[in-house]
Nanobody
Framework: QVQLEDSGGGLVQPGGSLRLSCTTS????????MAWYRQAPGKQRELVAS????????????YGDFVKGRFTISRDIAKSTVFYLQMNAIKPEDTAVYYC??????????WGQGTQVTVSA
């Protein structure tokens, strides 16, 4: 079973940048999608970005409508067990707990513990 550890959150000013990290351990053998979700107080958890790990398919990288080119999901080239969410041009409404997620086509739906991002001047 895969385990996920989120990190990199913190306090950032509007317009600033952060890079969140998701470090995986355990078996990634059947994982087909890595994603970042977020949940703000009083709101439902929503998709921020998702990345297909399936080679030879054309499943696109997806972003929430609110991202509008500001965030990028990626996989570390050297350390294939680490995934990132690069956040630029951060807005106050991006304040939330951000969660890393790993899924298979069958019964794996793993979550990190979450990392808090607070945007304030």
């Amino acid at each position: 079973q895969v385990q996920l550890e989120d990190s990199g959150g913190g306090l950032v000013q509007p317009g600033g940048s952060l890079r969140l990290s998701c470090t995986t351990s355990g078996s990634m053998l059947n994982i087909v999608t890595m994603a970042w979700y977020r949940q703000a107080p009083g709101k439902q958890r929503e998709l921020v970005a998702s990345l297909s790990l399936e080679e030879g398919t054309d499943r696109p990288t997806r972003y929430g409508d609110f991202v509008k080119g500001r965030f990028t999901i990626s996989r570390d080239i050297a350390k294939s067990t680490v995934f990132y969410l690069q956040m630029n041009a951060i807005k106050p409404e991006d304040t939330a707990v951000y969660y890393c997620n790993a899924r298979s086509w069958t019964n794996v739906n793993a979550w990190g513990q979450g990392t808090q991002v607070t945007v304030s001047a």
